[in-house]
């Protein structure tokens, strides 16, 4: 079983920044995926971006340019940090889990909320 907890959510202006935290603990292995999705009212959950344990990533087009993700290998823990924020990016953020790289996720978080006012 892996454990992930987010943070890092919170309300903000649309240009300004947020950085979300995931701690994952439990049976962490090597290789694995570490990714954020976000999930707004009435859609479905969307990919973010992902990252793997060496470093590699991709993200969804809404997002190149403004968010970056990142990992620290050591403390199993991923960042995205949000740069230049707009209306359309307010959603749950979900941090996801797999040791797998088929395209999923196998654990989730339980979700931190990101509110961007216009």
């Known amino acids: 079983q892996v454990q992930l907890v987010e943070s890092g959510g919170g309300l903000v202006q649309a240009g300004e920044s947020l950085r979300l935290s995931c701690a994952a603990s439990g049976s962490i292995f090597t290789p694995n995926v570490m990714g954020w999705y976000r999930q707004a009212p009435g859609k479905q959950r969307d990919l973010v971006a992902v990252?793997?344990?060496?470093?590699?990533?991709n993200y969804a087009d809404s997002v190149k340019g403004r968010f970056t993700i990142s990992k620290d290998n050591a403390k199993n823990t991923a960042y995205l940090q949000m740069n230049s924020l707009k209306p359309e990016d307010t959603a749950v953020y979900y941090c996801?889990?797999?040791?797998?790289?088929?395209?999923?996720?196998?654990?989730w978080g339980k979700g931190t909320l990101v509110t961007v006012s216009s």
């Open positions: 990252i793997t344990s060496r470093g590699s990533t």
């Open positions: 996801g889990y797999s040791n797998y790289f088929d395209g999923g996720m196998d654990y």
